[in-house]
């Protein structure tokens, strides 16, 4: 296919500043990892910008570069990191406490994650109900705490020298709420910052703060934040390109990569039940019901969209799709998800697939948050804004304009990464067609 778009990018140059509200496990083993893998202390595993590659043209032409090859990313000698935490220990001190990386690691890597000092976070306990620190910010009113982390943005992209920035979440999430009177116009939306509306999260003051200082967004976790008319309106305003939300990592990411196999052979399926342990911060956050009905409505949104019951009702229509978590301390990080599923094939006869994923929550996360900053800061470059549906490869719960639904199947997704890649250099868009080999 020869849609193309040869689309003019800036180049990478200088420094690239990562803003993460949370320096909680998965931010602080994203930055260990980075210094680790620049002092070839380790490899970026799970990175696509790192290690992927992308085919160009026919398969015989024999062009398949690496993908930061292809496109003009932000070289990891570059980046510089800075955030906020509800709790004042600093990057390597935060680490630790996490214990997802070995001490012999973090001790190679100790000065640069000792200089990351969090800033004081905008922090509400309504929004989350099972922590609780003494680094925030807890003067004024809500516009007031936006204003001060533009003042903070603009701080740490002097003292860093950063040319760019990025913020993408990696805090806890959010309790359940759904979109309000506050959320519909960005005039709204500022007027109920200045006058503290209670529907107004945290997560959202972030988002607020960042495009209104021209910083791309980005959310890994399920809280409503960018997903809102208002900051949608910001974005477009601003010219500023956002994606979200919620970390791909483990369990889902195994739906995304069974369910679209089982629907294609047209096996049918009458339940799903998934349950998860694990024992970090995140899993005690979501111990709380508000908390847990956020992650639960991504966590359950993914098989109703790939399976399309009202499309094949024979096969999908009675589906029994259950998720819980559970908060289990001894598990730390490690956390473990099991899966029952019962399907049918030819004339209904039973059958049933178990899956025990242990997996290791932060170290999944890690390399997709290197990819995402790495990629929105490139969307920022080639002048892309508002919503970057081509990233939902690395989201439970995709973003996409209104009135569309998400696409969940992970190869689709893969496919309209690559796709945008291509169209961004004026590269054919590739269809797998192949009819051109036997004509």
Known sequence: MSTKGNTRIAPADGKLGILIPGIGAVSTTFMAGVEAVKRGLGAPIGSLTQLGTIRLG???????????????????????????????????QSAAHASVLEPTLLEKVREPLEAIKPMKAVFDPDYVRRLNGPNV?????????????????RQFRQSSGAERLVMIWCGSTEVFHKPAAVHQTLKDFECGLQKNDPDIAPSQIYAY???????????????????????????????????GKDF??????????????????MLGMSGWFSTNILGNRDGEVLEDPGSFKSKEETK????????????????????YHAVRINYYPPRGDAKEGWDNIDIFGWLGYPM????????????????????????????????????????????????????LYPEHDIFI??????????????EDLITHLGLEYYD
């Open 300 to 319: 359950l949104s993914v098989l109703d969209q790939i399976l399309q019951p009202q499309l094949y009702p024979l096969l999908y229509k009675n589906l």
């Open 58 to 92: 026919k398969r015989t032409e024999g062009r398949t570069p690496k993908i930061n090859e292809f496109v003009p990313l932000a070289n990891l000698e570059n980046l510089v990191f800075g955030g906020w935490d509800i709790f004042d220990d600093n990057a390597y």
């Open 209 to 243: 703060a960042a495009l209104k200082s021209g910083v791309p967004y980005a959310n890994g976790a399920p809280n409503l934040t960018t997903d809102t008319p208002a900051l949608l309106e910001l974005a477009r305003d601003r010219q500023i390109p956002v994606c």
């Open 248 to 265: 791909k990592t483990g369990q889902t990411f195994m739906k995304t990569l069974i369910a679209p196999g089982l629907k294609a052979r």
């Open 352 to 403: 049933q697939i178990k899956i025990d994923f242990l997996c290791r929550d932060s170290i999944l996360a890690a390399p997709l948050v290197l990819d995402l900053v790495l990629f929105l800061d490139l969307a920022q470059r080639a002048g892309m804004k508002g919503i970057q549906e081509w990233l939902s490869f690395y989201f439970k719960a995709p973003m996409t304009a209104p009135g």
């Open 137 to 153: 910010k807890d003067q004024g009113s809500k516009m007031d705490k936006a204003e001060m982390l533009v003042e903070d943005i």
């Open 413 to 426: 997704q893969l496919m309209k990464l690559k796709n945008t890649l291509r169209w961004m250099r004026g």
